[in-house]
């Protein structure tokens, strides 16, 4: 019986992977530079994004580009609570699929890049803001005021999570005013990716 149930579940884990997969690869397909990544997060990458957010500070978490939802699950599984998250996608397909498996949770329909006007309506401070989007195909400009939203939309010193496939920073850091940490690069990851932590540099944690 204990080895039906393991089968079970080996075989619901390999069909949700599959879903995770048709899914990106569509979305890919149709915005190539919305989407970024041909495959979602591997979950040694979202662990990773996910252990820079502190559960026991107060206030919602926000996601921008969530996708299928793996930083989601390693948030929750980091002790976020569901109903905490507020998660902000582009793709109606993803909404879709975000709403079925995270009905506890906020998601917006919206602009990321535009996330003043997109999350309008959120008057609390959030405790993080943990971000898959693929800034390295935006303009310089365009990420940094993103940045900065973030960092109104926070209290001081909490972080603005972000990984990056690439070798350097997704922010420039020239003439910075902002503090950086960054993790190992996650091998296990396809490809390797690394994850980058701003924090207000006026605002000390």
């Known amino acids: 019986m ?12 390999a069909e949700t992977q599959f879903e995770n997969e048709a899914h990106f690869l569509k979305s890919w397909f149709n915005r190539p530079l919305m ?25 919602p978490v926000i996601e921008l580009g969530p996708g299928t939802g793996p930083v989601t699950d390693a948030l929750i599984a980091r002790g976020v609570a569901e109903e905490r998250l507020v998660l902000v996608e582009y793709s109606k ?22 996330l003043k006007a997109t999350l309008s309506t959120l008057k609390e401070p959030a405790a993080a803001v943990v971000s898959s989007l693929p800034l390295m195909t935006r303009p310089e400009a365009q990420r940094l005021e993103l940045l900065r939203t973030g960092f109104a939309m926070m ?10 496939y690439a070798t350097v920073s997704p922010m420039p850091l020239k003439s910075r005013d902002f503090e950086v940490e960054v993790s190992p690069r996650v091998w296990l990851n396809l ?8 924090r207000d540099g006026d605002k000390p944690a």
């Open 2 to 13: 204990r080895r039906s149930g393991q089968r079970l579940v080996k075989r619901l884990a």
């Open 35 to 59: 989407t970024g990544a041909v495959y979602p997060s591997g979950k040694a990458l979202a662990r990773m994004m996910a252990r820079f957010v502190d559960p026991a500070l107060p206030g």
């Open 93 to 114: 397909d993803f909404c879709r699929l975000l709403r079925k498996r995270y009905p506890k949770a906020r998601v917006v329909e919206g602009d990321a890049y535009n």
């Open 155 to 164: 209290p001081p010193g909490c972080p603005f999570v972000q990984f990056t």
């Open 191 to 198: 490809p390797p990716a690394r994850v980058w932590v701003y």
